[in-house]
């Protein structure tokens, strides 16, 4: 009796699995790594920095990027920032090795802003502080005061259309945001718009309107930009034209106004013209006769 036939196997090796990518991943972690580490400690040493020569008041702190190159962020109670950043590594020699720093401005602001200045990675931070003090903050505290002064408006804008929104919502209740509106900005949005006939996600009818429109309100909503109307009808065309005219009779009560002050007679003459005299005397006959007569 035969022994049972061994399975074959398949004589193709396997092949060896490559390192390649685990190795550079591994090298791109260790050079991550590397990059915040010295990150973290420009970041801290720099913060102490401004903090002993009372920049500002002091109150910096720093905060460390999770990106693959050194980047770090100064902040400040104020709203004041300073991220350094190290741009030029491809560049040979003491060029490589230097930080680009900047200054941070609210999102509002799109004005002027200071020039970056550059700063040595591997100079000392005391030397860092002094190149910043010197070369970037005085333009940049300037440049930094617009620019919140523009936040600030930009915030009051923002509630203005906020409240309008919501009276408008009051008014029409069809009116609805664009659907591209991000959901942090729909109640102050600028654009809205309704239709004749809107159904809820569920199915369910919203409520109606008797003309389909859009509004486009300006910055601070003092007024629209934009009013659209599409099929209006004809009554309601004659009260959107009423309203619009500017000519129509007013209503209300008349009231006193107040008018300017008499003006005084003109004074009596301070000298008198004496004039000649001409005096008709009738004649015994009829004949008229005339005597001039001057004055005293």
């Known amino acids: 009796m035969s022994a049972p036939a061994e399975p074959q196997q398949d004589e193709t090796p396997e092949p060896a699995?490559?390192?390649?990518?685990?190795?550079?991943?591994?090298?791109?972690?260790?050079?991550?790594?590397?990059?915040?580490?010295?990150?973290?400690q420009i970041g801290r040493t720099l913060a102490a920095e401004l903090n002993d020569r009372r920049v500002e008041g002091g109150g910096w702190h720093h905060r460390v990027l999770p990106v693959y190159f050194v980047?770090?962020?100064?902040?400040?109670?104020?709203?004041?920032?300073?991220?350094?950043?190290?741009?030029?590594?491809y560049r040979k020699g003491a060029a490589g090795r230097r930080l680009t720093v900047r200054g941070g401005y609210p999102t509002e602001y799109y004005g002027w802003r200071a020039e970056?200045?550059?700063?040595?990675?591997?100079?000392?931070?005391?030397?860092?502080?002094?190149?910043?003090?010197?070369?970037?903050?005085?333009?940049?505290?300037?440049?930094?005061?617009t620019a919140l002064a523009r936040q600030r408006e930009a915030q009051e804008d923002t509630r203005n259309r906020q409240s309008l929104n919501r009276r408008m919502r009051e008014v029409l209740p069809a009116l609805r945001a664009a659907p591209y509106e991000q959901p942090h900005?729909?109640?102050?949005?600028?654009?809205?718009?309704?239709?004749?006939?809107?159904?809820?996600?569920?199915?369910?009818?919203?409520?109606?309107?008797?003309?389909?429109?859009?509004?486009?309100?300006?910055?601070?909503?003092?007024?629209?930009?934009?009013?659209?109307?599409?099929?209006?009808?004809?009554?309601?065309?004659?009260?959107?034209?009423?309203?619009?005219?500017a000519q129509t009779v007013l209503e209300g009560r008349v009231m006193p106004r107040e008018l300017e002050p008499r003006r005084t007679e003109l004074p009596p003459a301070l000298h008198v013209t004496h004039s000649r005299i001409r005096t008709r005397l009738l004649a015994p006959?009829?004949?008229?006769?005339?005597?001039?007569?001057?004055p005293a």
């Open 185 to 245: 900005v729909v109640d102050a949005r600028k654009q809205s718009h309704w239709s004749i006939t809107q159904h809820r996600p569920d199915g369910s009818t919203a409520p109606r309107a008797r003309c389909s429109g859009s509004v486009r309100l300006t910055e601070d909503a003092s007024a629209a930009d934009v009013l659209k109307l599409t099929g209006v009808p004809a009554d309601l065309l004659l009260k959107i034209l009423a309203l619009v005219n």
């Open 285 to 294: 006959h009829g004949r008229e006769r005339v005597r001039a007569a001057h």
């Open 17 to 40: 699995p490559s390192r390649a990518p685990q190795t550079r991943t591994e090298r791109l972690e260790f050079e991550r790594r590397e990059c915040h580490a010295l990150a973290d």
């Open 71 to 89: 980047s770090v962020t100064l902040e400040h109670p104020s709203g004041m920032s300073l991220s350094l950043q190290h741009e030029g590594s």
């Open 116 to 145: 970056p200045v550059t700063v040595g990675i591997d100079t000392s931070p005391a030397s860092k502080a002094r190149q910043i003090i010197k070369r970037l903050l005085p333009d940049y505290q300037q440049t930094f005061g």
